[in-house]
């Protein structure tokens, strides 16, 4: 299968299945990037991310490829969020579960749909796939995403997309070439650009992030798994989101 026609059916095939995925949560025009497995990038990530950090030749042996989608909540389900800064509104722990699981069906689609055209294809689950324990994830999607030119990381930790930071990652790696051309690396995050914005900040209920870009995942995953038992939804919705409510909710908050 030639690489234009290749990279052609995997994006449509990711937006035919967010338009009809059956939810409730509703999504907006998915984002889908691309880069090489030889992207020095990845090597990085064992500096920056964790040291155990997997390269694409150890998600699929013969990788060449990978592939990072977003599906960008609709506005609805962000502005049901906002409205409480106390409480996380149901809509937001549904939203992460039902897409979280759409993850895994369009990923799980790809890989038999890709292997059926002489393509292997390897996904890592959607959520979960971290240590319980150090909080330390192998195959960091967010950061897949950014190499993949979809966004940049803003204050909070979260990739900010021409469509924000509210929605979900996806990624896929393949042992075939693509077309694409990477798009310029820009800045996203409006603190990050011109120290305006702190909001992430502000708006964490336990204090967690820092304006020096630092994280207490510890404290913040202690909120999330309380959130998911209190929920009462399955499996677990250890899901807030906070700290995404601002400016780069729905959009990048920094003019192209």
């Known amino acids: 299968m030639e690489s234009e026609a290749l990279t052609a059916f995997i994006v449509e095939s990711i937006r035919r299945e967010a338009a009809h995925s059956g939810n409730v949560t509703e999504y907006r025009e998915p984002l889908v990037g691309f880069a090489s497995a030889a992207d020095p990038r990845f090597g990085e990530l064992r500096r920056i991310v964790e040291p155990t950090h997997f390269l694409p030749e150890q998600m699929l042996p013969g990788a060449r490829s990978a592939v ?25 722990p549904v939203a992460y579960l039902e897409t979280n699981a759409l993850i895994e069906r369009i990923t799980g689609g790809l890989i038999e749909a890709l292997a059926g055209r002489g393509v292997r294809a390897a996904a890592a689950p959607a959520t979960h796939n971290y240590d319980m324990e150090t909080l330390t994830c192998r195959w960091s999607h967010k950061s897949v995403a950014v ?9 909070h930790r979260m990739v900010i997309t021409e469509a924000g930071c509210c929605g979900r990652f ?16 820009r ?3 409006l603190y990050f650009f011109d120290g305006s914005c702190r ?11 820092g304006i020096d870009g630092s994280i207490d995942k510890q404290r913040c995953n202690h909120r999330l798994l309380g959130l998911g038992k ?7 919705a250890d899901a807030c989101g906070k700290c995404a409510i601002g400016p780069c909710s729905l959009r990048s908050a920094v003019a192209a």
């Open 68 to 92: 990072a989608f977003f599906l960008p909540f609709a506005p609805w389900v962000v502005e049901a969020n906002a409205e409480d800064r106390s409480k996380v509104a149901r809509e937001w």
């Open 147 to 155: 190499i993949a030119g979809l966004g940049s990381f803003g204050l």
């Open 170 to 185: 996806g990624t896929l790696v393949l042992d075939a070439d693509l077309a694409f051309t990477p798009p310029p690396i």
């Open 187 to 189: 800045e996203r995050c």
């Open 199 to 209: 909001e992430c900040v502000d708006r964490c209920p336990v204090n967690a992030l």
């Open 230 to 236: 209190a929920s009462g939804l399955e499996p677990l």
